[in-house]
């Protein structure tokens, strides 16, 4: 019974203390690597490099990017101090500010043994 009433009160003080809550797709931009598909305003977009410089108030990962068109880059800032997610995407002279759920995530072009990006070969060969 004392074992019992142990448990309790143990599932009572985690309950009540303060926990960092986040949903599941929180940060999915800071964790791509190369190789990773994206769709960015309907354009397919590969990423080819992943760069994470230091940064003292803030995460800052740097994405080097394909499409068919020309290369791109993409930045995923992240505020320390729960500012939320801020991407920005650099087209030659065109840069646009966009909320992280215009940029879709698909399968890993390595793992899928090719490129979605047309006049590409396969990574592979």
Known sequence: MQLLASIVRLIRSWWRVD????SAAEGRLLRLEP???LTIDGQPVEVVERRAPQQPDQTLIEYDCRTAAAPCRLFVRQSA???GTTVEWRRGDNVARLDELEV???RNAISMGRSILPGRRDLDS
Do not use: E, P, T
């Open 19 to 22: 926990r960092i809550r986040i």
């Open 35 to 37: 190789g990773a598909l």
């Open 81 to 83: 101090a729960g500012g």
């Open 104 to 106: 879709i995530v698909w």
